[in-house]
């Protein structure tokens, strides 16, 4: 550790394995449970701004909350479904706890205790099933899985323009509930 706190590498220089350990260390990717713990955070502190900005708007100190929470929650609910979808089909779900996992998004503050569920059955234990040296992928969607794990970076990209894409067409449908 320097003097202003900064962790350095402590392999001695001569010792490439040492160095190879750490490099490993740091790119190790995100494990399903890691991965849906935040989304399912994420999904709940959403739900939260959204609450507020209607407590603001109906308590009459401001209605300018709603939309940018509304739009923020909507982003991170499609994300969510996306994650959850990727992990269901990563992790074998049954199709009836998939849908669950979907529909807690819906309910406020309910991804949590689905995440909780879910980790302590063993729903999101070990790492990807689909990454390269894993299972081969057989279906479609394993095969959609498996490629996004192999290339996560471009998988991102694509995950943000579907879930871009899922969001211009529900803003050019309409609120969720009718005005007026």
């Given at each position: 550790m320097t003097e202003d706190g900064?962790?350095?590498d402590q392999a001695p220089p001569?010792?490439?394995?040492a160095h190879q350990a750490l490099d490993t260390q740091e790119s190790t990717p995100m494990t399903p449970r890691e991965l849906y713990g935040r989304f399912a955070v994420a999904e709940a502190v959403t739900w939260t701004l959204l609450i507020l900005g209607m407590v603001l708007k109906?308590?009459?100190?401001?209605?300018?909350?709603?939309?940018?929470?509304?739009?923020l929650h909507g982003l991170v609910f499609l994300a969510y479904c996306v994650v959850t979808c990727f992990v269901w089909v990563d992790q074998r779900w049954s199709a009836g706890f998939g849908v669950l996992g979907l529909a807690s998004a819906v309910v406020p503050y309910a991804?949590?205790?689905?995440?909780?569920?879910a980790r302590r059955s063993g729903r999101l234990a070990g790492g990807w099933r689909l990454a390269p040296g894993g299972d081969r992928p057989g279906t479609v969607l394993e095969k959609l899985g498996a490629w996004s794990l192999r290339s996560p970076a471009l998988a991102v990209v694509a995950g943000v323009v579907v879930v871009a894409g899922l969001a211009s067409v529900l803003l050019h449908l309409g609120p969720p509930v009718p005005r007026g």
């Open positions: 900064r962790i350095v001569n010792d490439p394995d109906y308590t009459g100190t401001s209605e300018a909350f709603v939309p940018v929470f509304g739009m991804t949590i205790p689905f995440e909780h569920r």
